[in-house]
């Protein structure tokens, strides 16, 4: 996931909100708070995931705007959009869509980046520092179902902050033309201390809030000599501070831009190679 770049698959966050560790308080993550994330994440599942899974939609397919800059997604650059960045009670909600064209790419390409974990350092650096991965004993081979670790360092001039987290996340093949990965997070610790683990953590919803929760999304289908990628973030964080209302929105939208460049030069050196 620039994080959660992936985490989404991940991974998929990817903040610029670490600049200001040092000068805010620790929140409290409050049970009603997540459940207005997950109230708009299963509104996601049932208006834009349920569609992919059904016909192969995307978002690319309504034009617009997305199609429209350029020509930027026929000639493979990426194209990022807000859907949400909103505050609510006691958190906020940053949700970017990204869309990209790789030609020459395929589903195994990608399948194949997503899975391949101890090499997610060099796939989305800097921000992933270690990746790990195994198979859940429900998988199979249409439904891959696997338990994630990524450790998530954020490095600045100033400060950085470090992340241990957890996801649950399924690799769904749909039909020989469609496939896609769904990760939510399912523990996101962050670090005291960034340079010395010895610390420990900060207790789970009772850190600085920068990373709450994340669901991250990739949509894929095999069209035109490539693939059409569709990459969804969608993360609860603090309450934006008051004047740093570009924080959620720009940490977000990079994480969805800049995976979605790694993912290409990802599948493009797989070529390179063969």
Same mark, same amino acid.
């Given at each position: ?67 429209? %800059? ?6 493979? =650059?990426?194209?990022? *959009?807000? !859907?949400?960045?909103?505050? #609510?009670?006691? $958190? ?85 033309? %469609? ?6 997070? =399912?523990?996101?610790? *962050?670090? !005291?201390?960034?340079?010395? #683990?010895?610390? $420990? ?74």
């Amino acid at each position: 996931m620039r994080f959660p770049r992936i985490a989404s698959c991940l991974v998929c966050v990817a903040f610029a909100a670490p600049l200001f560790a040092g000068i805010l308080s620790t929140l409290h993550l409050e049970a009603k708070t997540v459940q207005v994330f997950d109230n708009y994440v299963s509104q996601f599942d049932k208006n834009v995931r349920t569609a992919f899974e059904q016909n192969g939609r995307m978002w690319i397919d309504g034009g617009g705007s997305c199609c429209m %800059r350029g020509g930027a997604f026929g000639s493979g =650059k990426p194209v990022v *959009e807000a !859907r949400e960045n909103t505050e #609510v009670q006691g $958190g906020s909600i940053h949700h970017f869509s990204g869309a990209i064209h790789v030609h020459g790419g395929s589903i195994a390409d990608v399948r194949q980046i997503m899975q391949d974990y101890p090499n997610y350092p060099r796939y989305f650096k800097p921000d992933i520092a270690k990746g790990a991965g195994s198979l859940n004993p429900d998988s199979t081979p249409a439904d891959e179902h696997y338990a994630v670790q990524l450790n998530i360092v954020e490095a600045t001039l100033w400060m950085s902050v470090a992340y241990d987290s957890a996801y649950d996340t399924h690799y769904r093949q749909l039909d020989p033309g %469609r496939w896609e990965s769904v990760s939510v997070s =399912k523990s996101i610790k *962050e670090w !005291r201390d960034p340079k010395d #683990v010895s610390k $420990g953590y900060y207790p789970e919803g009772e850190d600085h809030g920068f990373l709450w929760r994340t669901n991250t999304y990739w949509f894929v289908r095999e069209n035109n000599g490539g693939v059409d990628l569709e990459l969804d973030s969608m993360t609860l964080s603090r309450p934006v501070p008051t004047g740093f209302g570009w924080w959620g929105t720009k940490r977000t939208h990079d994480a969805v831009d800049n995976m979605l460049r790694d993912m290409k030069i990802a599948i493009d050196a797989l070529h390179a190679k063969s």
